[in-house]
């Protein structure tokens, strides 16, 4: 018998730079964990307290990198996923922000938030793919990605965006 998923949500922050280009806000997590280093949406498992998916994501936009909810108009709630090895089912959200005057990364949590142009990741030699090996799968598998820096964006992350970055950078949104 299989285990209940873990409840979580996450917000996939998007703004209109002074130059015009679009942006997502993403963090790259602290060493260590489960996620340890890896690229990220804001976002975390569901507290007692969350009366909703959506106040979920906003609660962790706001402890993890600072972002008030008032800065955050939700333009959709995008399809649920669910992660292939950690047991967690995952409700993300588009939202519009208004960044802060400064992040407030979570020291414990964040490492880095990353301002990444959407411009960039759909450039052709962003995208990348290798066979690997994660921790406790019984044979290698391939492993879809795009370079955000000297960092791969891979994984859940990554499903939840491929589908969405054309839509946004078609105007699907106004920004």
Do not use: C
Request: net charge negative; glycine share 10%.
């Amino acid at each position: 018998m299989q285990s209940p998923r873990v409840e979580a949500a996450v917000l996939a922050p998007v703004y209109r730079d002074v130059r015009g280009d679009l942006r997502i806000v993403l963090v790259r997590r602290t060493a260590g964990g489960v996620h340890g280093g890896q690229i990220a949406l804001p976002g975390g498992r569901r507290d007692p307290g969350d009366a909703s998916a959506l106040d979920t994501a906003l609660r962790e936009a706001w402890e993890e990198i600072g972002l008030p909810a008032g800065n955050v108009e939700v333009l959709a709630a995008l399809p649920v996923v669910e992660t292939r090895s950690t047991g967690y089912r995952i409700t993300p959200f588009l939202g519009r922000i208004v960044p802060p005057a400064a992040w407030a990364p979570a020291e414990a949590e964040v490492a880095e938030v990353l301002e990444v142009r959407l411009a960039d990741l759909a450039r052709p030699e962003a995208r990348g793919e290798s066979l690997e090996q994660p921790p406790g799968w019984p044979e290698p598998m391939k492993i879809e990605f795009w370079t955000v820096g000297p960092h791969r964006l891979w994984g859940l992350t990554y499903r939840i965006l491929r589908p969405l970055l054309p839509r946004l950078l078609s105007g699907e949104w106004s920004f």
